[in-house]
T-cell receptor
């Protein structure tokens, strides 16, 4: 596709369940980012992938959160044993390598934990 | 640790006014500074990217400037229109990640 694609667009889950969010970056983009945006808040960095380098996981809020990326393609963000405070929009972005890279964002996945 | 602050948090103006949105960052060792627009319920759209070696970038009615030494960037919107209503976010870019400000929520009324 032409842009960053995220699925599902909306997810309602019960507290304690595991969820998996998917991100398809723009083809050829080596960098991929996950951010979380709570209602009325700014974007909170979660994790960053760059090519085959070890990912920067410094933003993951707890060990219930994990993410994987297959090469330079699809990424999945997994949240285990979801809590109500996990409710947010999860945004994925990708960018090409280099310092002049512009980040392109997907539409996000709105996660609601009930 | 990089911190990015945006002022004002919200702005409401009549159509036709020229606007200045402010962004400040604490760590000047950045590779670039990006401005984004976010519409309600949607993702972010990139507006302008200024590389660390540049002073400003222009796109249509938008002009963004960068002063690394003082840790500041401004987004200038000329002749604002109701369609400009959105939240504007700045983000400082390094080799690893983009750090975002909390945004300026802009409303332009007819």
């Amino acid at each position: 596709g032409a842009g960053v694609s995220q699925s599902p667009s909306n997810k309602v889950t019960e507290k304690g369940k595991d969820v998996e969010l998917r991100c398809d970056p723009i083809s050829g983009h080596t960098a991929l980012y996950w951010y979380r945006q709570r209602l009325g808040q700014g974007l909170e960095f979660l994790i960053y992938f760059q090519g085959n380098s070890a990912p920067d996981k410094s933003g993951l809020p707890s060990d219930r959160f994990s993410a994987e990326r297959t090469g330079e393609s699809v990424s999945t963000l997994t949240i285990q044993r979801t809590q109500q405070e996990d409710s947010a929009v999860y945004l994925c972005a990708s960018s090409p390598s280099g310092t002049s890279r512009v980040a392109f964002f997907g539409q996000g996945t709105r996660l609601t934990v009930v | 640790k990089q911190e990015v602050t945006q002022i004002p948090a919200a702005l409401s103006v009549p159509e036709g006014e020229n606007l200045v949105l402010n962004c400040s960052f604490t760590d000047s060792a950045i590779y670039n500074l990006q401005w984004f627009r976010q519409d309600p319920g949607k993702g972010l759209t990139s507006l302008l990217l200024i590389q660390s070696s540049q002073r400003e970038q222009t796109s249509g009615r938008l002009n963004a400037s960068l002063d690394k030494s003082s840790g500041r960037s401004t987004l200038y919107i000329a002749a604002s229109q109701p369609g400009d209503s959105a939240t504007y976010l700045c983000a400082s870019g390094r080799t690893d990640k983009l750090i975002f400000g909390t945004g300026t929520r802009l409303q332009v009324f007819p």
